[in-house]
């Protein structure tokens, strides 16, 4: 299973023209490409005029059939040429393999941390990424995956903890901070992944 998402910037004086826009197109792709499309907005992390769009593929055969459905559609292109001036950015496409997940289905809060492994311990590092995700969705009940990323920097990796509030998420942040035990993996990561590499957002699922 790979996870797609396409972020790209908002124009910061209509973001709420963009947002309702990025909903109305996720429909429009939802129905033409056949694969469920989400939005999502940054909460903390990264700027707050990003949206992202999101689907679950089994396969990249089959983003790219609902890509060239999309692209052969003249309603969807249409759309594409006359909102433009909604945002400030091109698109960037990101394509992420699922190494392992215990989600059963969409939360509304889902924070991310991203890194990249070392030179040579790319292999430990995924064997490590997969149980801290399993240790951290059994110290805390949250649900969450792992996965690499299939293009850009080599190694890179993340993992995904859904929430249905920011409480659940406040429980999470005293978790890491009083387990003996998650900290205990901050230990094991420093020898695995490059140093600075590390990056924590939040984003919220808004469609």
Do not use: C
Not at 161 to 184: F, H, K, V
């Amino acid at each position: 299973m790979y996870i797609f998402n396409r972020s790209i910037s908002a124009n910061r004086s209509q973001l709420m023209e963009a947002t309702a826009a990025a909903v109305e197109v996720a429909a429009m792709a939802t129905k033409i490409g056949g694969i469920e499309v989400s939005v999502f907005g940054s909460v903390f992390g990264t700027p707050v005029n990003t949206i992202a769009w999101s689907s679950l593929v089994e396969s990249q055969a089959q983003l790219q059939e609902a890509t060239e459905k999309l692209l052969g559609n003249a309603e969807y292109l249409a759309w594409v040429d006359s909102h433009g001036d909604l945002f400030e950015s091109a698109a960037n496409d990101r394509l992420s393999s699922v190494v392992s997940t215990t989600f059963t289905g969409p939360k509304r809060f889902y924070g991310i941390l991203a890194a990249t492994a070392s030179a040579g311990k790319v292999g430990e590092a995924v064997e490590f990424g997969v149980r801290a995700q399993q240790l951290v969705s059994q110290l805390s009940g949250l649900e969450s995956a792992f996965a690499m990323e299939v293009y850009g920097a080599y190694g890179s990796v993340m993992w995904l903890t859904g929430a249905d509030s920011m409480a659940e998420l406040d429980a999470l942040q005293q978790l890491q901070m009083s387990s003996a035990e998650y900290q205990a993996l901050g230990v094991e990561a420093g020898s695995l992944f490059i140093e600075g590499s590390g990056a924590n957002s939040l984003i919220q699922r808004i469609a």
